[in-house]
Nanobody
Framework: QVQPVESGGGLGKAAGSLRLSCLAS????????MAWFRQVPGKEREFVAA????????VYTDSVKGRFTISRDNYKNTVYLQMNNLKPEDTAVYYC??????????????????WGQGTQVTVSS
């Protein structure tokens, strides 16, 4: 199993950039699809982006396409979320999630078994 730990959140400005990192402990990181979700108070957790085990298949929610990029480094057990052209509506707690699969990455939270503690991203206008 893996234990994701997020970092890199903080305060950003509209049209600016932030990069989130997620270090997943465990010796079998390469066997896991990884994803980012986000949540604001009073709303359900929302899918943001996901990447397959090899890093050659990614999927994004429509609101971040063209602005966010998910990537992974299997040698470093790390997945990244590069967030460009930030908008105030991107403000949320961002969670990293993992599931052991070699299939295409899933987009629903129930498909993921391991979660980080979350990192706050706040975008000011």
């Amino acid at each position: 199993q893996v234990q994701p730990v997020e970092s890199g959140g903080g305060l950003g400005k509209a049209a600016g950039s932030l990069r989130l990192s997620c270090l997943a402990s465990g010796r079998t990181f390469i066997a896991y699809a990884m994803a980012w979700f986000r949540q604001v108070p009073g709303k359900e957790r929302e899918f943001v982006a996901a990447i397959n085990w090899r890093g050659d298949n990614t999927v994004y929610t429509d609101s971040v396409k063209g602005r966010f990029t998910i990537s992974r480094d299997n040698y470093k057990n790390t997945v990244y979320l590069q967030m460009n052209n930030l908008k105030p509506e991107d403000t949320a707690v961002y969670y990293c999630a993992a599931t052991r699969t070699f299939r295409d990455p899933a987009t629903t939270s129930s498909d993921y078994d391991y979660w980080g503690q979350g990192t706050q991203v706040t975008v000011s206008s």
